[in-house]
């Protein structure tokens, strides 16, 4: 076997491979003597039927066979052999023909990733928004923590009002006939939630306990029964019960909920860990900004390979943000297409960025000491109260650890090129709605 490397262009090289011809016969050979093992051809005995009526009868299919198990036999052995790490599938250009006593000949490109030398990342002039603190955060975040315990409990009040859960039966009718599904008995509802047919919950608001009363309403053309879509209909209620929301009262108590000693402690903690968010996000936004300097000082092409990857990982992280918030892209309106189109630019730009902080490792010599791996295993560990065991365990795959170095290794560039840069502290920026409410009022 013969292989020629041409270069295409930075991320494309050509591969023309030549199989000797002994390779080509004994291909054919195998395949002549598999064929002529189930051979039906009328007159002759199954096993028995002579080379030359195979040749016939099956001779395009045994050539585009042995033309398939060539090419895998050799395509990825000959890129291994010239160290071509492919970006993404390799691609059959040209394919000659497979003839008894000739060799066979293809081509095929592949785009790999692109070799280059990084430039101008030393000394970078970065912007970094100032850590701006608002206690108004605190006091958020308790509500939250409050609203997380509120309880359902039986008011007082003889009316229901918005925001309150009713108990109540209730059976629909239309046209004075009960519909398929259309009666329930001590059903819960939240006034205000906007979870049942429209027009229906604004009814039942002002009602009194064991009150009756019919509340007419239209279903929405939209409907998911087909034969309730669009028909009004009438439905006769019975109040039970009324409950109110009550949130528990912010003290010390409440503290002790969430494992403080008191309120001042938990108000300290909640701040303590809103500043490491807070932290979190400006030296993210740090880095994006290093990060598109970098890709705007290096120029270069990307294999679409290595960007319809980026793409996936892209989405597959979104899709599952999204689950966890029961929601999907489909809710969103989006598909892989609609994704893809919005998101590219995203994935060329981090794919870029990726391919950059490698070139600088190299040309910097940035390497991870295993001392460091071990000790970030230890870190992950405890930040993750799981056994050490079981996190080295994980990073026995192969996959996963490389993952890991690679994740490390971009840490380290980044935080040697953050400490050769000038980072100036500006004001934060205020979100386009407030800037429009400042505009006004200065004018």
Known sequence: MSVTVEQVSAIKKKLIIEVAADVVEAELESGYKKVAKTADIKGFRKGKVPRAMLEKHYGPRVENDAANTLINNSLYKSMVENKIEAASQPEIVEMGNIEKGNSFSYQAEVEVRPEITAKDYTGLSLEKEKLVFDDAVVDQQIE??????????????????SGDTVIMDFEGFIDDTPFENGAAKDYQLELGSNSFIPGFEEQVIGMKREEEKEVNVSFPESYGAKELAGKPAMFKVTLHEIKEKVEPKIDDSFAKEFEADSLA??????????????????????????????????????PEGMVKNQLMHLKDNFSQRLKAQGMSLEMLGMNDETFGTTYRDMAVQQVKGEIILDAIAAQENIELEENYIEDKMKEFAEESNAPLEEVQKYFENASALAGLKGQLLNEKVIAFLLESATVTEVEPKQPETEQEETAEEES
């Not at 509120?150 to 009002?161: F, G, N, P």
């Not at 303590?272 to 705007?296: P, T």
């Open 265 to 302: 402690e938990l108000r300290e903690r909640v701040k303590d860990n809103s500043i490491k968010q807070e932290e979190g996000r400006l030296n993210g936004q740090l880095q994006e900004n290093l990060m598109n300097a970098l890709v705007e000082n290096n120029a270069f092409d990307v």
């Open 144 to 161: 939250q923590m409050a609203a997380s315990k509120v309880q359902l409990e039986v008011t007082k009040r003889k009316k229901a009002r």
